[in-house]
């Protein structure tokens, strides 16, 4: 399965089909996230599904409700 491109600065909120880079679906809508950066590989295109998406949103929660206290 091809990858979905790095999207544009207008496309970055749009949904394609693709392969989520957190649990692994492929052939699922997936949002782009943003850049994700490997010390040995360089770089690519983090994207993940809607599931994965809320779980992240979570776990950012989790971290600044702790951060914060």
């Not at 909120?13 to 850049?35: E, F, K, S, T």
């Not at 993940?48 to 702790?66: S, T």
Request: glycine share 10%.
């Amino acid at each position: 399965m091809r990858l979905p491109d790095l999207p544009t600065a207008e496309a970055r909120r749009v949904w394609v089909m693709g392969q989520c880079w957190r649990c692994d679906g492929a052939g699922i809508p997936v949002m782009w996230l943003g850049p994700v950066h490997s010390e040995d590989h360089g770089h690519g295109p983090f994207y993940a599904c809607d599931p994965c998406i809320r779980r992240l949103e979570e776990l950012v929660a989790e971290y600044g409700a702790r951060r914060d206290t």
